[in-house]
């Protein structure tokens, strides 16, 4: 593995289902994100987590959840998936003073 | 609230020179970012720029005014492969990014 990697790729999920989407990081970084990305809008910052053990809320974080057991794992489940659900999701990770991030390939997940 | 404002598209020459703005409207300012994302793949980093003036890198070139509350992003000797978008971020006073909706630019031969 290297640097940060997302599953599955992409998804397509029935509403109502249960659904997790899962990232990993090598980098031994602190600070992991979860965005959505939709058409028109810029990023969008669902969940994040500043180290292991701890977790905060972002802009849209209603429908979703995450948890942070160790540095390297961060999933984020959607309980009950719905179709304005239907978006690219990127999990990010930061470990530098300046703050840049370091992106996954993405999610790219469809409720129907 | 706050807000990033940045161009939806723009088109430029293969060679020629293409400058990309950013404006912004935040809870305090702790750096701006310029991300690059080719269609279908992830962002990724560009520029970082937290004082004032000119950061150069290569082609690419950011540019940062905190009291007028813009940046550009400068792109030199535009090649086919620097079709993108362009994502401008802010960092406001929680160390929360605030991110404009990206600008699309496409090159032409």
């Known amino acids: 593995i290297a640097g940060i990697t997302q599953a599955p790729t992409s998804q397509i999920l029935a509403a109502g289902r249960r659904m997790t989407l899962r990232c990993t990081q090598d980098?031994?970084?602190?600070?992991m994100y979860w965005y959505r990305q939709d058409l028109g809008l810029g990023l969008r910052l669902i969940h994040y987590?500043?180290?292991?053990?701890?977790?905060g809320k972002g802009e849209v974080p209603d429908g979703y959840s995450v948890s942070r057991a160790n540095t390297d794992d961060f999933p984020l489940t959607l309980a009950s998936a719905v179709p304005s659900q239907t978006s690219v999701y990127f999990c990010?990770?930061?470990?530098?003073?300046?703050?840049?991030?370091?992106f996954g390939e993405g999610s790219r997940l469809t409720v129907l | 609230g706050q807000n990033i404002d940045q161009p939806t598209e723009m088109t430029a020459t293969e060679g020629a020179i293409v400058q990309i703005n950013c404006t912004y409207q935040?809870?305090?300012?702790?750096?701006l970012f310029w991300y690059q994302q080719h269609a279908g793949e992830a962002p990724t980093f560009l520029s970082y720029?937290?004082l004032d003036g000119l950061e150069e890198k290569g082609r690419f070139s950011s540019f940062l005014s905190r009291s007028k509350g813009y940046s550009y992003l400068l792109l030199k000797e535009l090649q086919m492969k620097d079709s993108a978008s362009y994502l401008c971020?802010?960092?406001?006073?929680?160390?929360?990014?605030?991110w404009g909706a990206g600008t699309k630019l496409i090159i032409k031969p």
């Open positions: 971020a802010v960092r406001d006073s929680n160390y929360q990014l605030i």
């Open positions: 980098m031994r970084h602190n600070a």
């Open positions: 720029n937290v």
């Open positions: 987590s500043n180290t292991a053990g701890t977790t």
């Open positions: 990010a990770s930061s470990g530098r003073e300046s703050g840049e991030l370091f």
């Open positions: 935040t809870s305090g300012f702790n750096g």
